[in-house]
Nanobody, 127 residues
Framework: QVQLVESGGGLVQAGGSLRLSCAASGFTFSSGAMGWFRQGPEKDREIVAS????????YYADSVKGRFLISRDSAKNTVYLQMNSLKPEDTAVYYCAARPTVISSIIYYSRNEFRYWGQGTQVTVSS
């Protein structure tokens, strides 16, 4: 059974930082392209960042480019999202997603491309 468990969310003031973690189990982590999505109040779920199974390629939404950093640790079966210079508009539930693939360098952008999802972790940024 595949499980993705997010942690690290919370309440932070604008300008602060948080690091989200997503611990994966039930599939071969090194075979999975990974992504972070978020869904704000009354908004659609949107891509934040994604990383290839090899870790060599990454993608960031324009809204977080230069502030967020996605990384992965295969020894810990964990993907991270370091979030710096947080803004109130970053407030959302953040979801981890996984897509097993045989292509080491491919990254995915669309929620429909990901197969497995975590339950989400709330991030609230106060002004």
């Amino acid at each position: 059974q595949v499980q993705l468990v997010e942690s690290g969310g919370g309440l932070v003031q604008a300008g602060g930082s948080l690091r989200l973690s997503c611990a994966a189990s039930g599939f071969t982590f090194s075979s999975g392209a990974m992504g972070w999505f978020r869904q704000g109040p009354e908004k659609d779920r949107e891509i934040v960042a994604s990383i290839s199974r090899s870790g060599s390629n990454t993608y960031y939404a324009d809204s977080v480019k230069g502030r967020f950093l996605i990384s992965r640790d295969s020894a810990k079966n964990t993907v991270y999202l370091q979030m710096n210079s947080l803004k109130p508009e970053d407030t959302a539930v953040y979801y981890c997603a996984a897509r097993p693939t045989v292509i080491s360098s491919i990254i995915y952008y669309s929620r429909n491309e990901f197969r497995y999802w975590g339950q989400g972790t709330q991030v609230t940024v106060s002004s």
